[in-house]
T-cell receptor
Framework: KAGVTQTPRYLIKTRGQQVTLSCSPI?????VSWYQQTPGQGLQFLFE???????NKGNFPGRFSGRQFSNSRSEMNVSTLELGDSALYLC???????????????FGPGTRLLVL | QKEVEQDPGPLSVPEGAIVSLNCTYS??????FMWYRQYSRKGPELLMY????GNKEDGRFTAQVDKSSKYISLFIRDSQPSDSATYLC???????????FGQGTTLQVKP
């Protein structure tokens, strides 16, 4: 079975621009969660989508948004980029909701975003 | 107070050493406890998953949970250079619907 894939792997943008990241979950997985990873803050939860509906959201500003398509693929969008948005953005998929006891999340390799 | 505290390290040990990685937490609602391993340029992968206080063993890895003191530990026996990675503790609760991760401890095992 193919793992979680994320595109692109690396991205350089300038302040004020917007960016869209893509995640393809493992086949059959219905939940996709997004995380931001930085050296200072560690791994922080952005949001989770399940069956095309946002089920949970972390403490990030409205500039961060996402969506999920009927084939479970997900996109994350960041508008009006700031320098502090430079980070590794990780996507994780699971068969069911991520926080369900016994559920296992499988992470992709991440998209490394640099904002100049 | 942060919900989860994890010493970021780095931690450097010789091959064959016993490694102890620790996390403390403040949220009593956490129901299950996990350890993830993240190699450079890769996403985290699940190592251990446990619900209850006590020890859980899997090969060279032992996860320990003490709910009364609110800390969890991961022990690695006979550490190998291939164990060099960042280890993240994670906590889950069906009440919150999301997982909370520690900052990660970077481990280097020297041959």
């Amino acid at each position: 079975k193919a793992g979680v894939t994320q595109t692109p792997r690396y991205l350089i943008k300038t302040r004020g621009q917007q960016v869209t990241l893509s995640c393809s979950p493992i086949s059959g997985h219905r939940s996709v969660s997004w995380y931001q990873q930085t050296p200072g803050q560690g791994l922080q939860f952005l949001f989770e989508y399940f069956s095309e509906t946002q089920r949970n959201k972390g403490n990030f500003p409205g500039r961060f948004s996402g969506r999920q398509f009927s084939n479970s693929r997900s996109e994350m969008n960041v508008s009006t980029l700031e320098l502090g948005d430079s980070a590794l953005y990780l996507c994780a998929s699971s068969p069911g909701l991520a926080a369900t006891p016994g559920e296992t999340q499988y992470f992709g390799p991440g998209t490394r975003l640099l904002v100049l | 107070q942060k919900e989860v505290e994890q010493d970021p390290g780095p931690l450097s040990v010789p091959e064959g050493a016993i490694v102890s990685l620790n996390c403390t937490y403040s949220n009593s609602a956490f129901q299950y406890f996990m350890w993830y391993r993240q190699y450079s340029r890769k996403g985290p992968e699940l190592l251990m998953y446990t619900y209850s206080s006590g020890n859980k063993e899997d090969g060279r890895f032992t996860a320990q949970v003490d709910k009364s003191s609110k800390y969890i530990s991961l022990f690695i026996r006979d550490s190998q250079p291939s164990d060099s990675a960042t280890y993240l503790c994670a906590f889950g609760s069906s009440n919150t619907g999301k997982l909370i991760f520690g900052q990660g401890t970077t481990l280097q095992v020297k041959p």
